[in-house]
């Protein structure tokens, strides 16, 4: 499969200036905020991040993905990251009990090695990325990649997850201990992050998804 | 493997020995991997014809997915209890309505009384020689067997997007909403591996499968797709290559208003061409020739085939050397 070379290397080149800017502080908190509703989250202040088609990846992927914003929240409470998550989505896909429907989903994407010269595209096969996924039907995977089509589970951690259907669409936090063998977060001042979502509505699966083409960061 | 449609009278017996050994549980209730379906009809899944998938040229084309109750079927439960055990409850039914099934339309067929016609097409993944299914995932992880050409999904690999789904022409994928991955026939490998031929084939009460590899030229697959060549792929114009082939089914003459014999076949020739391609005119042809001698009391090597006096005969699991 022909992947369009020069377009990566020409959306690499533009990533170091651009992200600069792309920055959402970690706030702190003492209290638990793992539930979207918790109190916490009205104290915390929401980065508009803008999503657009994703690179799919594969000439079997086509289509127009509907997102066109997260509002990303983050809050370091204890030992835990929680990042708050919400989109607007107009249909809840929550169940995959259909051959021919997709479930809903969003997720955030970490370079393991920390640093933001890894493509944010999923990784490669020298720098890979680590990936927090939730999927609608109540999944909750840590993944590693290295480049397209490479996304594997990792075994079970500590990532949990607690969605809610807002009047808009939804509301996720995402909860991990910033401490983990695979995508350390304890000790760092900052750390490259890309976002992702999925309307199971639209079809939408894989590199079908609405993203982040550069990298935003993280500041502790 | 080559079938032969004028062997199979539809009874299901390879979908119920498909079905037992493979998929009777845990999300595959609807699936079949191996099933009969009446055509003409729109089959199962409903109108798998023209829901895409396949090549044109080297290019994949777009595909859409069966939904499982509209195009599948969801497996009903029926009222046991009730109809058998309590009087005057009423005759055993399902508790749901269903919408569609595999054979949902069992002896339909098409044309008017006298000249009514139908036959059965019995179905399963072709294992292509240039699978649009292994083409279309993002992740690799459907990969063809270089000893024997089997196509597998690998389930640790498979995430459940269905691209494979939509592109395969035939519709034999089937996506497992309970595993939240994708399934397909097995050709029944691990049977293979020990030299039992696949469930639908050694179980065909009609004797119409034949198994053997098609470079292996003592095989009936070879003898019937190369030599006779009376076995076509179903559907050729898609590009995938399939490894099944049909024997096409002959029928009877249709009658004129006066109720005698015209000598035009009841299915169409228009018909089957739509389904095996322009070859289905020869092969026809030859199939006829053979039966014809056989009636006269000559000798037809193509019909001892295709009759398989003896059952051993029609497995050849064995590659040929070299």
């Not at chain 1, 999944?139 to 290295?146: F, I, K, N, P, W």
């Not at chain 2, 003898?223 to 029928?251: D, F, K, M």
Request: net charge positive.
């Amino acid at each position: 499969m022909t992947v369009p070379r020069a377009l990566l290397l020409l959306l690499a080149l533009a990533l170091p200036a651009a992200a600069q800017e792309k920055t959402i502080p970690v706030a702190r908190a003492t209290e638990d905020a793992a539930s979207p509703d918790a109190a916490a989250w009205a104290r915390v202040p929401a980065v508009r991040v803008p999503l657009q088609p994703a690179f799919p990846g594969h000439p079997y992927i086509s289509g127009t993905p509907v997102t066109a914003e997260i509002d990303v929240q983050a809050l370091r409470a204890g030992r835990n990251l929680h990042l708050r998550l919400a989109w607007r989505d107009a249909t809840a896909d929550a169940e995959m009990r259909d051959t021919a429907r997709f479930a809903d989903a969003v997720a955030v994407q970490f370079p393991v090695n920390g640093r933001a010269d890894t493509t944010p595209f999923m990784g490669d096969a020298r720098r890979p990325v680590h990936i927090w996924h939730w999927r609608a039907d109540g999944r909750t995977q840590q993944l590693l990649a290295r480049g397209f089509g490479t996304a594997a589970p990792l075994p079970a951690g500590a990532l949990r997850a607690q969605a809610r259907r807002t009047q808009a669409g939804w509301a996720v936090v995402l909860t991990r201990p910033l401490r983990a063998r695979t995508g350390n977060l304890e000790g760092r001042r900052t750390m490259p992050i890309a976002f992702a979502a999925w309307d199971g509505a639209n079809g939408e699966r894989d590199g079908f998804k609405a993203v982040t083409l550069e990298w935003w960061r993280l500041r502790f | 493997m080559v079938i032969d449609l004028n062997k199979c009278i539809g009874c299901q017996t390879c979908t119920l020995a498909c079905k037992t050994q493979w998929t009777d549980r845990r999300g595959r209730e609807f699936m079949y991997w191996n099933h009969v379906e009446t055509k003409p009809g729109q089959g199962y899944p409903r109108d798998w014809e023209n829901a895409g998938g396949g090549w044109d040229g080297d290019r994949l084309k777009p595909g859409r997915l069966p939904r499982l109750a509209e195009d599948y079927g969801i497996p009903a439960d029926f009222n046991y209890e009730t109809a058998l055990f309590q009087e005057g409850s009423g005759p055993l039914r399902p508790t749901a309505p269903m919408q569609w099934g595999p054979n949902w339309e069992e002896d339909q067929g098409a044309g008017e009384y006298p000249n009514g016609y139908f036959f059965y097409l019995p179905r399963l993944c072709n294992h292509c020689s240039k699978p649009a299914c292994l083409a279309a995932c993002p992740r690799q992880a459907i990969y063809k067997r270089e000893a024997d050409g089997i196509v597998l999904i690998d389930q640790a690999r498979c995430r459940g997007y269905r691209y494979c789904v939509a592109a395969c022409p035939y519709k034999k994928i089937y996506f497992n909403p309970t595993a939240g991955r994708s399934e397909k026939c097995l050709f029944c490998y691990p049977r293979v591996e020990k030299g039992t031929p696949q469930a639908c084939a050694y179980q065909c009460v009609g004797r119409a499968r034949h198994v053997s590899y098609l470079d292996d030229e003592e095989g009936a697959v070879h003898r019937l797709v190369q030599g006779w060549q009376v076995a076509l792929p179903l559907h050729p114009e898609h590009g995938t290559q399939p490894n099944v082939y049909y024997v096409p089914p002959l029928s009877p003459a249709t009658f004129d208003a006066a109720g005698r014999p015209t000598g035009t076949p009841r299915i169409p020739e228009g018909y089957l061409v739509q389904l095996f391609g322009e070859p289905v005119k020869a092969a026809l042809a030859v199939l006829a020739r053979e039966i014809a001698k056989r009636e006269r009391g000559e000798a037809s090597a193509l019909m001892d085939l295709l009759i398989a006096y003896r059952h051993g005969d029609m497995f050849r699991l064995t590659p040929p050397r070299g």
